[in-house]
T-cell receptor
């Protein structure tokens, strides 16, 4: 089954404790992206990757890191989480950009206390 | 600066009637527009898209209209069904861009039986 998986689905952590949210896709997609969803703000792009070892900032990259060492994986790293990073996070992948539809993962609910 | 705006946070319609969801944008460079639907506890799923060279695209009960001069697009759902109740996001991208996708804030549609 073609899918994007994220782990964990739910995470409660404390300020400053480094964490990683994993994202994996099995569709051989070149493009992957991370978004956060917040009430009243919709989905905002954090980082995206056009291919292996190619990443770039979206609209809200502060406080986040990503890496793309393999085509299928695109982890999101929070080196020192803060309460304003409490949000719902989505990973997505697609064959390309523009009109290509993106396939989203189920989301990761992160709470930073 | 919100480049893609959905000014109606919510919309309620009767089953069988038409639902019209609106989206405005400010960046004239956008050349692809997409609509995504999101159910609670799930990731967004692609619904329909339109290129800036067209003014209409239809897929079953869903039609997207694009008015470039007004920088406005709308999604029409006819007839609306209770299963259409979800959050709808419009998104815009620039084909020549490196991969940024800008989403609106979302509109929650409720279709009443």
């Amino acid at each position: 089954e073609a899918q994007v998986t994220q782990n964990p689905r739910y995470l409660i952590t404390v300020t400053g404790k480094k964490l990683t949210v994993t994202c994996s896709q099995n569709m051989n997609h070149e493009y992957m992206s991370w978004y956060r969803q917040d009430p009243g703000l919709g989905l905002r792009q954090i980082y995206y990757s056009m291919n292996v070892e190619v990443t770039d900032k979206g609209d809200v990259p502060e406080g986040y890191k990503v890496s793309r060492k393999e085509k299928r994986n695109f982890p999101l790293i929070l080196e020192s989480p803060s309460p304003n990073q409490t949000s719902l996070y989505f990973c997505a992948s697609s064959f390309g950009t523009g009109f290509y539809e993106q396939y989203f993962g189920p989301g990761t609910r992160l709470t930073v206390t | 600066d919100q480049q893609v705006k959905q000014n109606s946070p919510s919309l309620s319609v009767q089953e069988g009637r038409i639902s019209i969801l609106n989206c405005d944008y400010t960046n004239s460079m956008f050349d692809y527009f997409l609509w995504y639907k999101k159910y609670p506890a799930e990731g967004p799923t692609f619904l329909i898209s339109i290129s800036s060279i067209k003014d209409k695209n239809e897929d079953g009960r869903f039609t997207v209209f694009l008015n470039k001069s007004a920088k406005h697009l709308s999604l029409h759902i006819v007839p609306s069904q209770p299963g259409d109740s979800a959050v709808y996001f419009c998104a815009a991208s620039v084909w020549s861009n490196t991969g940024k996708l800008i989403f609106g804030q979302g509109t929650t549609l409720q279709v009443k039986p």
